[in-house]
């Protein structure tokens, strides 16, 4: 550079310049989000928040489904081919409108198509898939149990032969979409080893009554599923995985999503601070003069744009095709610690009105607390990396 040359203006924003990384077909993707977001869930998420419901949630899901947020980053069967890094920028802008409705695209792109998309039959995928990425059909995928969180491979839910069908008999736990979901991926114990299990929730015997007296995500469908001898045809079984391989894997994808997500819902409560340290006044001026306030401010940007640096990096990644799970656990770990930590310290700032549903701080920070411990608790991610890097196995 010339001595001449002038260097762009600081970008409160943007202070590392990161758009610059990005394409412009990346900026289309997520101004698109963030417009819908804007006008269609800021203007009343704090009710539905404070309620406990997520009204209309057909009719959201539908119009997700006509911006291509949904599977997008899968291929064919009218899913959109995005890359991982703009349906990474997608994740971050759902979420820092709320974690509740990042978590129905990424169940349903990312866990219920997803599983279809990789490991279905060619059936499987033109008879779910199409109506699911334009939000005709709500996908959940049931994997956790009341007894089996992290530990999976000891799930009770069996499915057992019967002729030429399937019967399932078995209950999964903090389920999202599964009250409202048209069909279900569900995970099972089999004489084979855990297979997957195409559902239509319409099936006799299944039921997901919805989970209430929530405290976070309360903007978000969460149910229990119930199978009382569910019986299906020999054509519902996944054909192309058996064993843990198969929903592991569906968790990895998943999981990345999170890794930007956690960043939308710290972004929003960090803008708050930054807004409110400019207009609060105390003894004679405004909050954000004062050298502690500033030192938060500076420390949360930091962490911020840390994090959204590590989330690209590892869409590129993905995106070449070199994305190991470590990696993923590296970044889920990180991001939703460190946006927890950012919400908690603009709540500082923001006082007594950090409690307040009208700023967002207390219900990002609510929701990450789910985050923080959904598709993998901090203490398994701790130690996937602690087995990366050791070589030692600490889980038994």
Not at 250 to 274: D, K, T
Request: net charge negative; glycine share 10%; charged share 20%.
């Amino acid at each position: 550079m010339s001595a001449s040359a002038k260097l762009p203006p600081f970008d409160a924003a943007d202070p590392l310049g990161i758009d610059d990384l990005l394409e412009p077909e990346d900026l289309a993707v997520r101004d698109t989000v963030r417009a819908w977001a804007a006008d269609r869930v800021l203007p009343y998420v704090a009710d539905w928040y404070e309620k406990g419901e997520l009204p209309g949630i057909r009719d959201l899901a539908r119009e997700l489904g006509s911006i291509g947020a949904l599977g997008m980053s899968l291929t064919g069967y009218g899913c959109a081919g995005a890359s991982a890094v703009q349906y990474g920028l997608a994740c971050l802008e759902l979420e820092a409108a709320d974690s509740g409705i990042r978590s129905l695209v990424s169940v349903q792109g990312s866990l219920a198509m997803y599983a279809i998309h990789r490991f279905g039959s060619e059936e499987q995928k033109l008879q779910w898939l199409p109506r699911m990425a334009a939000g005709e059909v709500i996908g959940c995928f049931g994997l956790t149990e009341p007894d089996h969180g992290s530990d999976p491979a000891s799930m009770r839910t069996h499915a057992k032969r019967d002729g030429d069908d399937w019967v399932l008999g078995g209950r999964k736990m903090w389920i999202t979409n599964g009250s409202v979901a048209g069909v279900a991926v569900v995970w099972a114990q089999t004489e084979e080893g855990i297979r997957g299990f195409v559902v239509p929730t319409d099936s006799p015997g299944f039921s997901a009554p919805e989970i209430k007296h929530k405290w976070s995500l309360r903007a978000s469908v969460t149910s229990e599923l119930v199978l009382d001898d569910v019986r299906l045809p020999a054509t519902a079984v996944l054909p192309e995985v058996t064993g843990l391989r198969g929903p592991l894997s569906c968790l990895s994808h998943a999981r990345y999503g999170i890794v930007w997500g956690a960043m939308g819902a710290a972004r929003s409560s960090f803008e708050a601070a930054l807004d409110y340290a400019g207009s609060r006044e105390q003894f004679g001026r405004p909050i954000g003069g004062f050298q502690l306030t500033q030192a938060k401010l500076a420390d949360m940007a930091v962490e911020l744009h840390k994090g959204i640096l590590l989330a690209h990096h590892l869409g590129r990644r993905m995106d070449a095709g070199r994305l190991r799970p470590e990696q993923v656990s590296f970044g889920k770990l990180n991001n939703v610690r460190e946006a927890i930590e950012i919400c908690r310290t603009a709540r500082t700032i923001l006082g007594a009105n950090g409690i307040s549903l009208e700023y967002p701080v207390m219900r990002h920070a609510t929701n990450l607390e789910s985050v923080l411990t959904y598709e993998g608790t901090v203490e398994m991610h701790q130690l996937v990396l602690g087995k990366a890097l050791t070589g030692l196995d600490a889980f038994r």
